[in-house]
DNA sequence: CCGTCAGTACGAGTCAAGTCGAACTTAGCA
DNA sequence: TGCTAAGTTCGACTTGACTCGTACTGACGG
């Protein structure tokens, strides 16, 4: 009915995720906060449209940025509750948490998705 | 069709609203950015749903902060083009542009209309 | 004309976020 | 056992938000 982004299939005996807020605990102020920048706007949008299998290790992406501020961006989306985050041996990789925002902020994934960088802006991605 | 929030109704003769971004260019990011503060929040949720008439000054509120701190966030609303303002006399009157909002980023204006401020948070409204 | 009142402008202090380099951790593989 | 690769952690720096006091502006009423 709402905007239908897949919802990823999860195998049985996947790790554990990361630590994340619980839905009934996601602030709207947080998640608002996590998305009002182009670089993590990208992330997400890519993730929802891009997101051909499963979820997506961090240079899955190619973000030209140093290792330790991609870190920075991908823990600051998973403690807001914008995504769910599982260590695969060394990779730890990404999924946006479609049902649970959906669930508690319908129409929120519809507007990342629509979403596109400012014309002008000095590509932050790639 | 989607949420339908009052328009309100813009008598002739208005005084002209004060600088804001065309809807053309307002940008996700943004708004995002506008609306990740509880005091924000609640100055755009309570426009939305306490306007009984057509917009409101600052002091309407009743927000218990200085004054030169409102001016911070009524500006930083309108720059990212949240609402518009216009200059009654020595009143600056604030409202949301619904249109433009339900236009740009459908969705986005129920979210904040549904939106409550932290149980445990010290009132940061009042 | 002078006070009052709504709100702005300015400037300073504080604090969190973003940015990044460098060192560390760990899985997998030869 | 030792290398490599993915990612974290730490610390330092910079930048920008937020907060607020004080001084200012400009409209209105006596």
Redesign the pocket.
């Known amino acids: 009915m709402s905007a239908a982004f897949k919802v990823l299939p999860e195998p049985p005996g996947l790790p554990e995720p990361?630590p994340e807020p619980p839905v009934g605990e996601l602030r709207l102020e947080e998640v608002l906060?996590?998305l009002?920048?182009p670089?993590?706007l990208t992330i997400v949008r890519r993730l929802l449209l891009e997101s051909e299998e499963f979820d997506h290790?961090?240079?899955?992406f190619g973000l030209d940025?140093?290792?330790?501020?991609?870190?920075?961006?991908?823990?600051?989306l998973r403690e807001a509750g914008v995504t769910r985050?599982r260590q695969?041996?060394?990779?730890?990789?990404s999924q946006v948490r479609v049902e649970d925002l959906n669930a508690r902020f319908p129409g929120l994934l519809a507007l990342v998705a629509a979403w596109t960088p400012e014309p002008g802006a000095l590509s932050?991605e790639l």
């Open positions: 990361l906060g996590a009002s920048s670089l993590r290790s961090c240079q899955w940025r140093p290792k330790s501020s991609l870190t920075h961006h991908f823990k600051a985050q695969y041996g060394l990779e730890r990789r932050p």
